[in-house]
T-cell receptor, first 112, second 113 residues
Framework: LAKTTQPISMDSYEGQEVNITCSHN???????ITWYQQFPSQGPRFIIQ???TKVTNEVASLFIPADRKSSTLSLPRVSLSDTAVYYC?????????????FGKGTKLSVIP | ETGVTQSPTHLIKTRGQQVTLRCSSQ?????VSWYQQALGQGPQFIFQ???????GRGNFPPRFSGLQFPNYSSELNVNALELDDSALYLC????????????FGPGTRLTVT
């Protein structure tokens, strides 16, 4: 079962690029890396997922190095509405079942 | 397209009682997962259902049980409630073959007194 480690909190000014790194040293070959965003009193929202290299969508980019022991979520030009908790999730598949592990999350505060 | 819905929104129970929480998955999704989120913590995986069968379980005791119905809706049952069971219970559905891409409902806030 892959464990994840992220910074507890980060601050950023509006308009800056924010990079949040997650380490998952014991990630297995079949595991995927996924990031979620959560606002207070709401369920998490899927942001992006990847297996290796770089993935980009309209919201964020995900960088995964060759050894896959870490991943970095990149949010371009953040705004106040990006203030939320960001979770790194490793999805482990084995013997037909799926184990899902959320990290403790990174609380991002965007400052005007 | 209807998203994931959960009922009830809030619930207050007494220690020792039993509770059933309900979830309707997003249209076309046949996999449902349940999570427990204590205040200030990340969601903790309880179990996952795929086509009406349990398809993975986290570190929760047997008094946490579930069901998935033919229409892919789901129930979470918790017996012998303890004070530490007070939390936000989240349901998430995902499309077939893509369990890492999950769509969460708004949650049920359970308070055990």
């Amino acid at each position: 079962l892959a464990k994840t480690t992220q910074p507890i909190s980060m601050d950023s000014y509006e308009g800056q690029e924010v990079n949040i790194t997650c380490s998952h040293n014991n990630i297995a070959t079949n595991d995927y890396i996924t990031w979620y965003q959560q606002f207070p009193s709401q369920g998490p929202r899927f942001i992006i997922q990847g297996y290796k290299t770089k993935v980009t969508n309209e919201v964020a980019s995900l960088f995964i190095p060759a050894d896959r022991k870490s991943s970095t979520l990149s949010l371009p030009r953040v705004s106040l509405s990006d203030t939320a908790v960001y979770y790194c999730l490793v999805v482990s598949a084995g013997a037909g079942s799926y184990q899902l592990t959320f990290g403790k999350g990174t609380k991002l505060s965007v400052i005007p | 397209e209807t998203g994931v819905t959960q009922s009830p929104t809030h619930l207050i129970k007494t220690r020792g009682q039993q509770v059933t929480l309900r979830c309707s998955s997003q249209s076309g999704h046949n996999t449902v997962s349940w999570y427990q989120q204590a205040l200030g913590q990340g969601p903790q995986f309880i179990f996952q259902y795929y086509r009406e069968e349990e398809n993975g379980r986290g570190n929760f005791p047997p008094r946490f049980s579930g069901l998935q119905f033919p229409n892919y809706s789901s129930e979470l049952n918790v017996n012998a409630l303890e004070l530490d069971d007070s939390a936000l219970y989240l349901c998430a559905s995902s499309p077939s073959g893509v369990p890492q891409e999950q769509y969460f409902g708004p949650g049920t806030r359970l308070t055990v007194t």
